[in-house]
């Protein structure tokens, strides 16, 4: 059982607009920032976005992060079937005194 | 470029030791914290400790699931981190990956190195 709270799979067509929420608490989201990380089958995981709401460089602007309170969003417009991928929340956690990942979601590009 | 290779992966007995290593390049290595991460198959990221930079004081956190059995170290002078792991148990079995961070993100990860821990 994971500390953060992810669905374990959401879909939506070519296109359209998809949110993944990730689900903390106060010792974790709530006071700390939150990455994002996009994972393609066979590959190493990938910063999507990092300090809830920031893109690195390269990183298109078709992906972005919120945080409210205790959960995040991540959001990804304009989905490609590239986009097809298991993505997490990770963010550190005060009371753990480590980092926790969500459990991951899969996006299906139908 | 930023590059992360890992090395040192296997099959090994449980209760037996292995020791995977981090070479990095494309940056300055000792300015930055390094973290590893595992992926049991066909499961999710999991954490599994850091090390600060020398300026933080070189010290480290751990998971709980292997506190007291696997050390991260770092050698600056050859940019490399290394995690040794102890006491090797079944539920050990992931992909290891190495990665820069963990402040503002993991943003460079290796390739990852199958760690596989079977009698």
């Known amino acids: 059982q994971s500390v953060l709270t992810q669905p374990p799979s959401v879909s939506a067509a070519p296109g359209q607009k998809v949110t993944i929420s990730c689900s903390g608490s106060?010792?974790?989201?709530?006071?700390?920032?939150v990455s994002w990380y996009q994972q393609l089958p066979g590959t190493a995981p990938k910063l999507l976005i990092y300090?809830?709401?920031k893109r690195p460089s390269g990183i298109p602007d078709r992906f972005s992060g919120s945080k409210s309170g205790t959960s995040a969003t991540l959001g990804i417009t304009g989905l490609q079937t590239g986009d097809e991928a298991d993505y997490y929340c990770?963010?550190?956690?005060?009371?753990?005194?480590?980092?926790?990942f969500g459990g991951g979601t899969k996006l299906t590009v139908l | 470029e930023v590059q992360l290779v890992e090395s040192g992966g296997g099959l090994v007995q449980p209760g037996r030791s292995l020791r995977l290593s981090c070479t990095a390049s494309?940056?300055?290595?000792?300015?930055?914290?390094m973290s590893w991460v595992r992926q049991a198959p066909g499961k999710g990221l999991e954490w599994v400790g850091f090390?600060?930079?020398?300026?933080?004081?070189?010290?480290?956190e751990y998971a709980a699931s292997v506190k007291g059995r696997f050390t991260i170290s770092r050698d600056d002078s050859k940019s490399i981190a290394y995690l040794q792991m102890n006491s090797l148990k079944t539920e050990d079995t992931a992909v290891y990956y190495c990665?820069?961070?963990?402040?503002?993100?993991?943003?460079?990860w290796g390739q990852g190195t199958l760690v596989t821990v079977s009698s």
């Open positions: 990665t820069r961070g963990p402040a503002g993100g993991f943003d460079y």
């Open positions: 494309g940056f300055t290595f000792g300015d930055y914290a």
């Open positions: 090390i600060r930079s020398k300026a933080y004081g070189g010290t480290t």
């Open positions: 106060s010792s974790n989201i709530g006071n700390n920032y």
């Open positions: 300090d809830n709401n």
């Open positions: 990770g963010t550190w956690d005060s009371s753990l005194s480590g980092v926790v």
